[in-house]
């Protein structure tokens, strides 16, 4: 069972950083857990629908929401079973519960995390 654990989310103010980590465990993935898993960032702000921030299509190649574009950074540590999100120069409009979520497509399912609050605000 693959296990999805988030942490780093806190209380930053305008213009600050944080940065949030996904921490994968329980799979079996011979070749790199990143190789097989397709991985994304979720946010979702009170009152508004799950947005997708990021995904990761390969390591050099990750599509982001345009709210975000050259502010946010994700990436993967193959040797860490870990994603990340860089989040630079936040916004209070960037405030909301930030979920990891990985995608088997061989078994064709879905994990979360738990998600972490990131606030932005002075």
């Known amino acids: 069972q693959v296990q999805l654990v988030e942490s780093g989310g806190g209380l930053v103010q305008p213009g600050g950083s944080l940065r949030l980590s996904c921490a994968v465990s329980?799979?079996?993935?011979?070749?790199?857990?990143?190789?097989?898993?397709?991985m994304r960032w979720y946010r979702q702000a009170p009152g508004k629908e799950r947005e997708v921030v990021a995904r990761?299509?390969?390591?050099?190649?990750?599509l982001y929401t345009d709210s975000v574009k050259g502010r946010f950074t994700a990436s993967t540590d193959n040797a860490k079973n870990t994603m990340y999100l860089q989040m630079n120069d936040l916004k209070p409009e960037d405030t909301a519960v930030y979920f990891c979520?990985?995608?088997?497509?061989?078994?064709?399912?879905?994990?979360w995390g738990q998600g972490t609050q990131v606030t932005v605000s002075s």
């Open positions: 979520n990985a995608n088997d497509p061989r078994v064709r399912r879905d994990y």
């Open positions: 329980g799979g079996a993935f011979s070749g790199g857990t990143f190789n097989i898993l397709n």
């Open positions: 990761i299509l390969s390591p050099i190649r990750i």
